[in-house]
């Protein structure tokens, strides 16, 4: 596979090295965040919120242009469509060598879970508005389904070289890209492989300009290897310290927190909460053997969160017990003197144990038997749909 040479930074000191040792007439200057979007996005000071820059990839003709731009990028707030309005600190470049481009391809390994297969997804029109392309014109990206066990064929990259109006070195080209582009798909464990751009050069080579990996958490435990390359500073606090309890958290915009047992009721609780005017602020299912120990960890995780204003809890006793619960619940309250309103709705095994510890606890929680209940009763208590 044909890559550029690039060099990962840090400063703006560092930026300048780059452009030494890579001796090009251009480079690219990158900020490296876990998000797209990142040419069309907005540069600003974190401390002032004053734009400091359009954008978060410049291309750069001297040192000195590296050096400003690096100094623009790291340090402020970068934020993308994908960032949302907070953002993302950039704390990481990457300074790449130019190219000769004479078009610009997208190219795209994902799962496509309708029809249980990998797919290979590639389209003429790449660069930085492939979203638009998808929405007004779908019928421009090509699509070829694969099988897991045996990869692609040397015909088959032939076959989508050819839709993508490819031909001689530069079909070539492409197809001795594709073959090891599927293999780290499979091989890796990956969920998506985006390369955005792919681009013909001048002299008809295909290159991967830039790329986006993502990997399946559910085979971790396959590569070790991983763990070395997180960078924290780009995970969502809280969501890092769910992980690392057990615990399956994503952060939301909304301020009604939610503890749920199982992914799919978490989901109905929130489309219920959701119905009734409310805004979850968070994802969180504390598994089906949750320990009370689990439950107060699941409570201070959601209350790490300032816009939470008040608590659903919905818990479907299975493996679970729902008194055990219930304890969990009465001891995080207490120990964590929790003012913000909790409703609780308990269902399945030992629920009437459950409830009534709840009831006897003195405490103020709202005890509810419908979810339905419970989902108005929380809304009403955070304060609606205000």
């Given at each position: 596979?044909?890559?550029?040479?690039?060099?990962?930074?840090?400063?703006?000191?560092?930026?300048?090295?780059?452009?030494?040792?890579?001796?090009?007439?251009?480079?690219?200057?990158?900020?490296?965040?876990?998000?797209?979007?990142?040419?069309?996005?907005?540069?600003?000071?974190?401390?002032?919120?004053?734009?400091?820059?359009?954008?978060?990839?410049?291309?750069?003709?001297?040192?000195?242009?590296?050096?400003?731009?690096?100094?623009?990028?790291?340090?402020?707030?970068?934020?993308?469509?994908?960032?949302?309005?907070?953002?993302?600190?950039?704390?990481?470049?990457?300074?790449?060598?130019?190219?000769?481009?004479?078009?610009?391809?997208?190219?795209?390994?994902?799962?496509?879970?309708?029809?249980?297969?990998?797919?290979?997804?590639?389209?003429?029109?790449?660069?930085?508005?492939?979203?638009?392309?998808?929405?007004?014109?779908?019928?421009?990206?090509?699509?070829?389904?694969?099988?897991?066990?045996?990869?692609?064929?040397?015909?088959?990259?032939?076959?989508?070289?050819?839709?993508?109006?490819?031909?001689?070195?530069?079909?070539?080209?492409?197809?001795?890209?594709?073959?090891?582009?599927?293999?780290?798909?499979?091989?890796?464990?990956?969920?998506?492989?985006?390369?955005?751009?792919?681009?013909?050069?001048?002299?008809?080579?295909?290159?991967?300009?830039?790329?986006?990996?993502?990997?399946?958490?559910?085979?971790?435990?396959?590569?070790?290897?991983?763990?070395?390359?997180?960078?924290?500073?780009?995970?969502?606090?809280?969501?890092?310290?769910?992980?690392?309890?057990?615990?399956?958290?994503?952060?939301?915009?909304?301020?009604?927190?939610?503890?749920?047992?199982?992914?799919?009721?978490?989901?109905?609780?929130?489309?219920?909460?959701?119905?009734?005017?409310?805004?979850?602020?968070?994802?969180?299912?504390?598994?089906?053997?949750?320990?009370?120990?689990?439950?107060?960890?699941?409570?201070?995780?959601?209350?790490?969160?300032?816009?939470?204003?008040?608590?659903?809890?919905?818990?479907?006793?299975?493996?679970?017990?729902?008194?055990?619960?219930?304890?969990?619940?009465?001891?995080?309250?207490?120990?964590?003197?929790?003012?913000d309103p909790l409703v609780v709705r308990l269902v399945g095994t030992n629920f009437a144990e459950g409830r009534k510890l709840l009831d006897d606890s003195g405490l103020n929680i709202h005890s509810v038997e419908t979810l339905a209940e419970g989902a108005q009763k929380i809304v009403e208590l955070a304060g609606g749909d205000s």
């Amino acid at each position: 596979m044909t890559v550029q040479q690039g060099v990962h930074c840090t400063t703006a000191e560092q930026a300048g090295e780059a452009w030494d040792s890579l001796g090009c007439d251009l480079v690219a200057v990158k900020a490296q965040i876990h998000a797209g979007g990142r040419g069309k996005g907005s540069l600003f000071d974190p401390d002032s919120g004053e734009l400091v820059m359009q954008g978060g990839v410049k291309i750069a003709k001297s040192r000195d242009a590296v050096l400003e731009y690096a100094a623009n990028i790291l340090g402020n707030r970068l934020v993308t469509k994908q960032t949302g309005a907070a953002g993302r600190i950039v704390s990481n470049l990457y300074v790449e060598a130019g190219c000769d481009i004479a078009h610009e391809f997208y190219l795209a390994i994902l799962v496509d879970r309708e029809e249980r297969l990998p797919l290979i997804m590639a389209s003429r029109e790449g660069g930085i508005d492939i979203e638009e392309v998808a929405a007004s014109n779908p019928e421009a990206i090509h699509k070829m389904h694969f099988d897991a066990e045996f990869g692609i064929s040397w015909e088959d990259g032939h076959a989508l070289g050819a839709a993508l109006e490819l031909d001689g070195d530069a079909l070539q080209s492409f197809q001795l890209l594709l073959a090891p582009l599927v293999d780290l798909f499979l091989v890796a464990d990956c969920s998506m492989v985006e390369i955005n751009p792919l681009v013909l050069t001048g002299d008809d080579q295909i290159v991967a300009l830039d790329a986006k990996v993502s990997f399946d958490d559910n085979a971790a435990f396959r590569h070790p290897e991983r763990a070395e390359m997180r960078d924290l500073s780009e995970e969502e606090p809280t969501e890092v310290r769910a992980k690392e309890a057990g615990l399956s958290y994503v952060k939301l915009d909304g301020d009604i927190g939610c503890l749920v047992n199982g992914a799919g009721l978490a989901m109905a609780t929130m489309d219920v909460i959701k119905l009734y005017g409310g805004e979850p602020a968070n994802f969180l299912d504390v598994g089906g053997g949750a320990t009370e120990e689990a439950v107060k960890t699941a409570f201070e995780i959601i209350l790490d969160d300032e816009n939470v204003k008040g608590i659903m809890v919905n818990i479907f006793g299975g493996i679970v017990r729902c008194d055990i619960v219930s304890r969990g619940i009465i001891e995080a309250t207490e120990a964590l003197g929790l003012e913000d309103p909790l409703v609780v709705r308990l269902v399945g095994t030992n629920f009437a144990e459950g409830r009534k510890l709840l009831d006897d606890s003195g405490l103020n929680i709202h005890s509810v038997e419908t979810l339905a209940e419970g989902a108005q009763k929380i809304v009403e208590l955070a304060g609606g749909d205000s």
